[in-house]
């Protein structure tokens, strides 16, 4: 995939199709040590030893649980040829977590692209998940908790219109905020096709 | 530089959304688009975000939100549009390009683009 914010929406949907009601996102680009790691954890129903150990071969499918596929051989693939690594733990009843390292300057890094994006796409899912988003740029931190939102916005939903667009103004400005620059498309209220 | 939006904003927001909430759910417009693997690899993030942009452009109030797989995923990406009373529509190769006419056609002029419908499920009489 050529951006690694569509990898961590294809991990984040697993976790979904795993019935997780909770999924924590983090994302650690530490540029001192030249590593970028993403993890993604859910307490979905998890993956008993043969299912994990078969889960990163493409050619295992099981449409049944949609845990398997192309999306985490897809990563693996992506993060090995980068100097790093993906591992996963998990355990029937345990829910899952996904952790996929990088070397930060690898010239074959994809970039993590349109974060914002991806997690409108995750915050306006059905039936409605908990997220916690955390994104570290070395000492920079950007946060988002949909419980704490869904607290300040009492019945109304978060695929309320005037909600959503509030929602991407704030997850755009945070994620600049993480490197000093101005929003992408600022002259847009909602982003452009790609 | 903008001001820093701040979660206090959203206070705000919700007492203006729900005076219009009721009004929403009893007559509105939901937008659903599928958005498992094979959605994503077809696009559907970037067709969700054009629908959202075409939206707002137009000042047309409509709930969208994003499911799992539901098949069919040859015809990805894929969009459902509901309205009350108006039953269901389910349209394929929705790519970003196409979604101004759809938007256009079937919420504005209230016509169904039937070159692009994969499914239909009628309104509950």
Request: proline fraction near 5%; include cysteine; glycine fraction near 8%.
């Amino acid at each position: 995939m050529r951006e690694l914010s569509l990898h961590i929406l294809d991990i984040v949907q697993n976790s979904l199709e795993a019935g997780a009601t909770h999924i924590t996102i983090e994302i650690d680009e530490d540029l001192a040590e030249d590593r970028l790691t993403i993890r993604v954890i859910d307490n979905g129903r998890g993956m008993d030893a043969e299912t994990l150990r078969r889960v990163t071969d493409p050619f295992f499918t099981t449409r049944t649980t949609r845990k398997v596929g192309l999306g985490l051989p897809l990563l693996k693939a992506a993060a090995e040829q980068c100097g790093g690594r993906l591992t996963i733990q998990s355990a029937p009843g345990q829910g899952t977590t996904v952790t996929a390292e990088f070397q930060h300057s690898h010239i074959d890094r994809a970039p993590l692209g349109d974060m914002p994006a991806s997690l409108m796409t995750i915050l306006l899912a059905e039936p409605p998940v908990e997220v916690r988003y955390i994104h570290r740029v070395n000492e920079r931190r950007f946060e988002l908790d949909t419980r704490e939102l869904r607290e300040a916005l009492g019945d109304v939903p978060l695929t309320h219109p005037k909600v959503r667009q509030w929602l991407y103004e704030y997850l755009r400005q945070g994620e600049a905020g993480l490197w000093d620059v101005e929003p992408a498309g600022a002259d847009q209220t909602l982003p452009g096709n790609g | 530089m903008p001001k820093i939006k701040s979660i206090e904003e959203l206070q705000k927001l919700r007492e203006e959304a729900q005076k219009e909430l009721k009004i929403r759910t009893d007559t509105g417009t939901v937008i659903t688009v599928g958005m498992g693997t094979c959605g994503i690899a077809a696009g559907a993030r970037e067709t969700m975000h054009a629908i959202l942009q075409e939206l707002n452009k137009r000042q047309i109030d409509a709930h969208v939100k994003t499911v799992g797989c539901i098949g069919m995923c040859v015809h990805e990406p894929l969009v459902d549009i509901e309205q009350a009373g108006m039953g269901r529509i389910t349209y394929g190769k929705v790519t970003p390009e196409r979604v101004p006419r759809l938007i256009e056609e079937h919420l504005i002029n209230g016509r169904v683009v039937e070159e692009w419908v994969v499914a239909r499920m009628d309104a509950v009489k």
